[in-house]
Nanobody, 116 residues
Framework: QVQFVESGGGLVQPGGSLRLSCRTSRSYSGFSDMAMAWYRQAPGKQRDLVARIGTGRGTYYADSVKGRFTISRDNAKNMVFLQMYNLKPEDAAVYYC????????WGQGTQVTVSS
């Protein structure tokens, strides 16, 4: 079973940047045929889609991150990235990646903390 492994989170000051990475737990030939997305979940809130990238690399962003976040993918490495700029305290959450629609279990996520 393929799982997704997220990394790259951490503590950053408001206005700072982070780059999140997501990889599959094993090589998966179907990766390039899946739309992929980043989601986030803050304490006490539901998990929300933040950014999505299609198989043709078309992208979608939630209004709250548009212009600040960029999603990209490397199909050869089965990886998805989320470049985050100008981070705000409200961006703090656990960030997850998964396919759209969801494929396999959720990973552990990576914690992003935005605080001065």
């Amino acid at each position: 079973q393929v799982q997704f492994v997220e990394s790259g989170g951490g503590l950053v000051q408001p206005g700072g940047s982070l780059r999140l990475s997501c990889r599959t737990s094993r090589s998966y030939s179907g990766f390039s045929d899946m739309a992929m997305a980043w989601y986030r979940q803050a304490p006490g809130k539901q998990r929300d889609l933040v950014a999505r990238i299609g198989t043709g690399r078309g992208t979608y962003y939630a209004d709250s991150v548009k212009g600040r976040f960029t999603i990209s993918r490397d199909n050869a490495k089965n990886m998805v990235f989320l470049q985050m700029y100008n981070l705000k305290p409200e961006d703090a959450a656990v960030y997850y990646c998964n396919a759209v629609p969801q494929f396999g279990p959720w990973g552990q996520g990576t914690q992003v903390t935005v605080s001065s």
